[in-house]
């Protein structure tokens, strides 16, 4: 009797590795794992009104999810991505199962509010799809 087994895709590590310098480098204020993707335009407010609202200068925040997508778009697009586009889209580009994304997306860095606590639990919920997988990688 044969098993039919699922056709994985293929991890995207370069991408994750990618999107995740990208996190840590910017303004701390753009990354929240608790929004796939939210913009306010900053011409219509000064940047203590945003400090206040917990946005960046540039009025986006995201979480790994939202940035691995908006990453593939210029800058002035990024008010366009679309909420529910987000996951979809970045299961695909980053190379994950329905249930690996699950587990990046909805996982432990969304339990906290703290910028490091969420860094911290989105790599252990990577390292853990990736251990998953079979892939010995650092991050």
């Known amino acids: 009797m044969s098993e039919w087994k699922e056709k994985l ?4 590590l370069p ?7 990208f996190i840590e480098r910017g303004p701390k204020l753009r990354f929240d794992m608790g929004t796939y993707h939210d913009h306010v335009d900053p011409k219509d407010h000064d ?4 400090r206040e609202l ?6 986006t925040k995201a979480c790994f999810a939202g940035w691995a997508v908006m990453l593939q778009r210029k800058p002035d697009e990024w008010a ?3 909420y529910n586009e987000v996951a979809p889209e970045a299961r695909e580009l980053l190379g994950f199962t329905y249930d690996e994304a699950d587990c990046v997306f909805t996982g432990e860095g969304c339990n906290y509010s703290s910028f490091a606590k969420q860094l911290r639990g ?5 390292r ?9 990688a650092k991050l």
């Open 9 to 12: 895709p293929k991890i995207n």
């Open 15 to 21: 991408y994750i590795r990618k999107v995740l310098r």
């Open 47 to 50: 940047a203590k009104e945003l």
């Open 54 to 59: 917990h946005y960046p200068a540039c009025g």
């Open 80 to 82: 366009d991505v679309r």
């Open 122 to 126: 989105l790599k252990r919920s990577l």
């Open 128 to 136: 853990e799809v990736l251990r998953g997988r079979g892939i010995k």
